[in-house]
C-alpha cells in the first residue's frame, strides 16, 4: 500500500503541484488542480488483509501525459535531500504481495538511468523470491507490481551498493504478508525490512518482531488515522512529508504531508523509547518520516502496465517513505536490538518537521507538525544516518 502514483510528465522535472483526491476503485476523479487520478488499487476493509490505497493520475487539465522519460525525484536529489554521503552493502528486504514479473528487468532500466551499479541475480546483489524462499511465484498483480517497483528503486536510490532481497507474499492477507516477513528476517545478512502496506489497527504478532532488523512500515495516505503493522510496536512507522527544494543552508524544505496516517494504537502496548511527548497511551505513528507527498514524488520505473500506466512514473504516499527509512538504517549499520529505541533517543540528528497537518484529531500533536515529535512526521526525517 502507501503510495500514489502520476504518470511522469517531463524529463527530469519535479510533478507539478497536483492534489490527487480519493476515489471508487477505477472510478475517474477529478481534483482541484486539474489532475485527473484512478485508483490504483480498492480500498480493502477485510479485517486480516492490507491494501494499497494508490492513485495514478491520468491527465492534467484534460491533456494525457507522457510517460516515456523521467520525472519527480532521483537518487542525488533524495541523498541530497537526507544528507547521504556514505554506501552500503548490506541487504534490504522488500515485502509486498503477489508477483512483478519484469521487477529485475524493470530495477535494471532505472538503474541504468541514474548511473547506479548493476543489481541483478547474476552478480548476486538481487535475489527475488516468494514467502518460504522459493521460486514458484505467486500470480502477477498489477497494481501491486507499481508498488514493487517503487519499492526497489527507493532501496537504489538510497543504498545504491546495498543488495536487495524482493520476497513476494502469496496474497495481502496478513498471514502471507508475516509469513514473507519471517522469511526475510531469516535471512543472514538482512538488516532491514520495508512494509509499504497496511490495513485497520490490529493487535501485533510475532512475525513482524525481529531485534537486530529495522522493520519499517507505512502509516497510511488517508490522513489521520492509525493502520497496522506500522502500529505494532516492534516497528519503525514511517510518516510521510512534502519535500521541496529551498534557498536556505538545508538546500531543502519540508512540511508535513496531508495524507500521512498517524496516531495512537488502542490494540498495542507503547513502547518503552516512545515519550510522553506522544500523548499517547498506546504505540504512536509515527516514528520517522520522509517524503511522501505525490505532489513532489519520485521517479520510478515500471514496464507491466496497468490500467493502461507504464513506463516512467511519479509516485507518492508514505510507500515511498519506508523503503527510504529501512535503507537509511541499512546505511547506518546501526539496527542492534529495536532500532526505533536508537532513533528515538539521537533525535537531534533528524530534520524536525514543524508545519502541516493531516487532518483533525482530539489531541493537537497527534495531526498537527511542531516542534519535536508529532504525528505525521514522528521525530523528523534523516538528516544523514546519525539518528539511525
Not at 231 to 258: F, I, M, P, Q
Request: hydrophobic content about 35%.
Amino acid at each position: 500500500m502507501k503510495r500514489l502514483v502520476l504518470a511522469a510528465a517531463s524529463a527530469l522535472a519535479v510533478a507539478a503541484p497536483f492534489a490527487a483526491t480519493s476515489g471508487i476503485a477505477s472510478a475517474s476523479t477529478p481534483s482541484a488542480h486539474g489532475a485527473t487520478t484512478i485508483n490504483v488499487c480498492a480500498h480493502n476493509t477485510r479485517a486480516g488483509f492490507a491494501h494499497c490505497l494508490s492513485k495514478v493520475v491520468t491527465s492534467i487539465n484534460g491533456k494525457a501525459v507522457p510517460n516515456a522519460t523521467p520525472s519527480g525525484y532521483g537518487p542525488s536529489d533524495l541523498r541530497s535531500a537526507y544528507n547521504l554521503t556514505t554506501d552500503s552493502t548490506a541487504t534490504v528486504a522488500i515485502v509486498d504481495a503477489y508477483n512483478d514479473p519484469n521487477a529485475e528487468s524493470d530495477l535494471a532500466v532505472y538503474r541504468s538511468q541514474y548511473g547506479l551499479p548493476a543489481c541483478t541475480t547474476a552478480n548476486g546483489c538481487f535475489k527475488k523470491v516468494n514467502q518460504t524462499g522459493g521460486t514458484s511465484y505467486p500470480r502477477n498483480n498489477g497494481g501491486w507490481a507499481q508498488e514493487e517497483s517503487l519499492d526497489l528503486d527507493m532501496v537504489s536510490a538510497i543504498c545504491p551498493g546495498c543488495h536487495i532481497l524482493f520476497v513476494e507474499a502469496s496474497s495481502n492477507s496478513f498471514a502471507n504478508l508475516g509469513a514473507a516477513v519471517n522469511y526475510a528476517a531469516s535471512v543472514p545478512g538482512v538488516v532491514a525490512i520495508s512494509n509499504s502496506y497496511g490495513g485497520s489497527d490490529s493487535a501485533a504478532t510475532s512475525q513482524y518482531d525481529h531485534p537486530g532488523i529495522a522493520v519499517t512500515a507505512s502509516t497510511g495516505d488517508s490522513g489521520y488515522g492509525v493502520e497496522s503493522p506500522a502500529s505494532y510496536d516492534s516497528v519503525v512507522a514511517v510518516g510521510g512529508t512534502h519535500l521541496t527544494k529551498a534557498s536556505n543552508t538545508r538546500g531543502w524544505s519540508e512540511t508535513a504531508w496531508s495524507g500521512a496516517g498517524s496516531g495512537c494504537s488502542t490494540l498495542n502496548a507503547k513502547p518503552s523509547w516512545q515519550t510522553s511527548a506522544t500523548q499517547c497511551s498506546g504505540k504512536a505513528n509515527a516514528d520517522v518520516s520522509a517524503v511522501a507527498d505525490p505532489n513532489t514524488g519520485v521517479a520510478v520505473y515500471d514496464s507491466y502496465s496497468y490500467q493502461g500506466l507504464s513506463g516512467w512514473l511519479v509516485f507518492g504516499g508514505t510507500s515511498v517513505a519506508s523503503p527510504i527509512v529501512a535503507s537509511v538504517y541499512a546505511l547506518s549499520g546501526n539496527t542492534a536490538g529495536y532500532p526505533a529505541s536508537y532513533t528515538w533517543a539521537h533525535a537531534s540528528g533528524l530534520n524536525d518537521v514543524t508545519s502541516g497537518s493531516n487532518g483533525t484529531c482530539p489531541t493537537s500533536v497527534w495531526c498537527n507538525a511542531g516542534t519535536g515529535w508529532d504525528g505525521p512526521t514522528g521525530l523528523g526525517t534523516p538528516n544523514g544516518t546519525s539518528a539511525f
